[in-house]
């Protein structure tokens, strides 16, 4: 595609509930990040594909979180049971090789208020 | 204490000011050093590029690394509304992981 697409762009859910985004990459990009942001704050960084395996995710919060990566293409996270600090935009990122050290594109992020 | 520090402002500034953003940090692995622009509602996008130290220039923007300081600079000649955004500073390096360690943004306002 032409660029990094997210969804949904906005997603409203309960305490307690399962959410699940989507990201869909720069075709041929193979290094896919997940970034949270929380308002006012930097980029935390979450997880990191090269291909369908996540050689790096050392950031997921805790045990709710998950995320995987099939076809070496679109990716999804997962969290569970969300709570009321899981609020945040949820960027995901894909570049052409990986490793941390080259350009990022972004997608416009998932904006997830938990109520 | 975080890995890189910046101030997230906001900072203001009148249309065509020399805006001046920085951000330290603490990780002397660091060799790779970013710019990224925000708009609101939107994701980060790549401004300038840097590797280790010394200066780089696009158009009205000039990054500048220190690496002896571990400080870096973005200043942005005659600004312009259209800048209005914020600007999160990056860096990457030989860390012994794949991400890239953000700052949290300064907010820039331009008045026409």
């Known amino acids: 595609g032409a660029g990094v697409s997210q969804s949904p762009s906005n997603k409203v859910t309960e305490k307690g509930k399962d959410v699940e985004l989507r990201c869909d990459p720069i075709?041929?990009?193979?290094?896919l990040y997940w970034y949270r942001q929380r308002l006012g704050q930097g980029l935390e960084f979450l997880i990191y594909?090269?291909?369908?395996?996540?050689?790096?995710k050392s950031g997921l919060p805790s045990d709710r979180f998950s995320a995987e990566r099939t076809g070496e293409s679109v990716s999804t996270l997962t969290i569970q049971r969300t709570q009321q600090e899981d609020s945040a935009v949820y960027l995901c990122a894909s570049s052409e090789q990986g490793g941390g050290h080259e350009k990022l594109f972004f997608g416009s992020g998932t904006q997830l208020s938990v109520l | 204490q975080k890995e890189v520090e910046q101030d997230p402002g906001p900072l203001s500034v009148p249309e065509g000011a020399i805006v001046s953003l920085n951000c330290t940090y603490s990780?002397?692995?660091?060799?790779?050093f970013m710019w990224y622009r925000q708009y609101s509602r939107k994701g980060p996008e790549l401004l300038m590029y840097t590797y280790s130290s010394g200066n780089k220039e696009d158009g009205r923007f000039t990054a500048q690394v220190d690496k002896s300081s571990k400080y870096i600079s973005l200043f942005i000649r005659d600004s312009q509304p259209s800048d209005s955004a914020t600007y999160l500073c990056?860096?990457?390096?030989?860390?012994?992981?794949?991400?890239?360690?953000f700052g949290a943004g300064t907010r820039l306002f331009v008045k026409a």
């Open positions: 594909f090269q291909g369908n395996s996540a050689p790096d």
């Open positions: 990780n002397s692995a660091f060799q790779y």
């Open positions: 075709s041929g990009h193979t290094a």
């Open positions: 990056a860096m990457s390096g030989n860390t012994g992981g794949f991400k890239t360690i």
